[in-house]
């Protein structure tokens, strides 16, 4: 899908600014100018089979977990996943990175979001909202790689886990604020499997990356629970999805599904032994709506402190901290981004106008991340704190990534295979 | 049906309850956020493609280091229709260059990119090798401070991965990469 490119007509300024040091030559042998073509891709065609293949493909995932509860769809899905979206068009657009742009877009006016970012990134919520996390199953490129090497599920314990379990919201505000300040994409950047996918790229992030994966084949999927910012966010949303995933309609309570878990999603029976009485139960409420708004403002009063430090990413602070430095030490020759700077008719006043609108930019930002991840380290903690009576094995909607491993493992659900 | 099972005071009937104003809550955040950004959804023509604005390069190198591709997709463009087909080449031979042959130690492209052909007297075409090209802009700036500045860097489209942020903007000292649209993917001097 190439297309030759008109010639802009944009460019003839340009020509005539350039700087003509030696005439144009005359030719007397009949030499002509030779003719060069330069390839545009057009990708209407490749975004169209992009969203295309999301959309069948999570509807075939949902089919599959939902109504058949089997896994092998959701394998086949995950091979075709890491082959096309990883391998072949190299994990972009990815969804996990179209938070960025749906945060730009939607706090800089300035910015033009593509379509296809947007339905990447609208298309798997839609669907978690329906289905349960349908995307997270094999459809993602990033979890399906994971899913195909998991052969072994060691447990971390629960503590371990939720505390762990903090990093994705941690990485979520930080991706946010560092989108909306224009700074940087940092969850494209630190995206572990890109540099696999391309099969080069950054050493440290294919070192990372394949340390990740390592780690996915003894325990399942560490990149989905403790770093990715947009299962973090599809886990609100497939707490509250309107078709759920169910193992068995009749639970007889053998423990073969929790174990066979790679996300340690399904929560065992417990019964709760110790009575709460309503005067204890409303006092523990109280306590909950002191401690929260106490965790958010510890959060934000931390975070609001390190602002200033944070706006060292963006790029207009690097080149103020450049440009003052070398106004304190002119007799070193500055440096290649000062010189150009200067030469663009740059003043330090404007720099300086500029470098307060983005620290006042960061801190207000940071803040906000701070209260926001101050929340959630209270609601984890309170929901270790809880314990609810559970009379069968209940799945864990959060963090059921709808992957169906338990189905081949329920004797019951085996037994209705037979029966049918 | 689950219904007869669970009896109208039992626990599970609040917590359907909340299910279901939380799906509502859930749907109706989703349209919004949708709804807003679908607004802020350009044309089909805004900005998507890297590209380097040759009036604002600096030559500075970093395009060749700064991609994220192992060879970078920046490369050299030559408009013939700019350039003065010089003898003596700026981008071609490295200064204070003794004898004007073709030999390596006179080149100035680290890569040998550059082929030299001779056309008539005292003319040389020269042209580019994109794929030995590694876009560090050796020859652009030594045409650009000698010659007629025909040599410019570009980003060809077909090897740019075209990255959310691309790595070289953020390193570009002269700001001269930016997003520019499908109908002007390309910034040429020999339009």
């Known amino acids: 899908m190439k297309k030759i490119l008109s010639l802009p007509l944009i460019l003839f300024p340009l020509v005539t600014t350039a700087q003509n040091r030696f005439p144009k030559p005359d030719f007397e042998s009949g030499y002509r100018y030779p003719t060069f073509t330069y390839h545009v891709p057009d990708e209407t065609f490749w975004t169209a089979l992009d969203i295309a293949l999301l959309v069948l493909m999570m509807s075939f995932v949902a089919w599959a977990v939902i109504k058949r509860k089997k896994r092998a769809p959701v394998m086949w899905v995950s091979v075709i996943s890491v082959a096309y979206f990883g391998f072949y068009r190299s994990g972009c657009v990815c969804s996990i990175g179209a938070i960025q742009n749906v945060a730009l877009a939607l706090t800089d006016t300035s910015y033009a979001m593509p379509l296809a970012v947007l339905l990447f990134f609208v298309l798997p919520v839609v669907f978690t909202l329906m289905f349960g996390r349908v995307f997270c199953a094999g459809v993602c490129p990033l979890g399906a790689l994971q899913e195909l090497v998991n052969v072994k599920n060691f447990r971390l314990p629960k503590p371990v886990a939720a505390v762990l379990g903090i990093i994705p919201w941690i990485y979520l505000s930080f991706a946010i604020l560092c989108a909306v300040t224009r700074s940087s994409f940092i969850i494209c950047r630190f995206d572990p499997f890109i540099g696999i996918f391309r099969m080069g790229g950054d050493l440290g992030m294919i070192i990372f990356g394949a340390l990740l994966l390592l780690t996915a084949v003894f325990t399942g999927r560490p990149f989905c629970r403790f770093l990715c910012p947009y299962g973090a966010l599809l886990s609100l949303f497939s707490r509250v999805s309107v078709w759920k995933i169910r193992i068995t309609p009749k639970c007889i309570n053998c423990d073969l599904c929790h174990s066979a878990c790679p996300l340690d999603a399904i929560r065992p029976p417990y019964e709760n032994r110790v009575k709460e009485s309503r005067v204890q139960g409303v006092k523990r409420i109280l306590t909950y709506l002191v401690f929260l708004p106490a965790m958010a403002c510890t959060g934000a009063f931390v975070l609001n402190l390190t602002g200033d430090s944070l706006s060292r990413s963006h790029k207009d602070m690097r080149l103020y901290d450049l440009v003052v430095q070398n106004a304190k030490e002119p007799q070193n020759i500055p440096p290649l981004d000062v010189e150009v700077f200067y030469a663009q008719g740059g003043t330090i006043e404007k720099l300086t106008a500029r470098a307060e609108t983005v620290r006042n930019e960061f801190r207000t930002g940071a803040t906000v991340a701070g209260g926001f991840i101050g929340l959630v380290v209270g609601f984890t903690l309170i929901g270790l704190s809880l314990k609810r009576t559970r009379k069968t094995y209940e799945i864990d909607d959060a963090a059921c990534v709808n992957c169906g491993r338990c189905f081949g493992y329920c004797p019951q659900n085996r037994q209705l295979k037979i029966e049918n | ?191």
């Open chain 2, 1 to 191: 049906m689950e219904k007869d099972r669970i009896t109208a005071k039992s626990p599970v009937t609040r917590k359907k309850f909340l299910r279901i104003c939380g799906s509502v809550i859930a749907g109706t955040v989703i349209a919004l956020l949708s709804g807003i950004s679908l607004k802020r959804i350009r044309s089909k023509e805004s900005g998507y493609f890297w590209q380097i604005d040759p009036s604002k390069c600096t030559f500075c190198g970093r395009c060749e280091t700064g991609c994220v591709l192992p060879v970078s997709a920046v490369k050299c463009v030559h408009a013939n229709r700019v350039c003065g087909y010089c003898d003596l080449c700026g981008g071609y031979y490295r200064t204070n260059v003794k004898d004007l042959n073709t030999a390596a130690e006179n080149l100035l492209c680290p890569a040998g990119a550059i082929r030299r052909a001779y056309v008539e007297d005292p003319y040389f075409e020269y042209t580019i090798d994109e794929s030995v090209c590694n876009g560090c802009g050796k020859c652009a700036k030594g045409c650009n401070s000698f010659g007629n500045g025909s040599l410019y860097l570009q980003v060809k489209q077909e090897l740019c991965k075209n990255c959310n942020e691309c790595k070289i903007s953020q390193t570009c000292p002269s700001g001269a990469i930016r997003r520019v649209a499908y109908s002007e993917a390309y910034l040429l001097k020999d339009a």
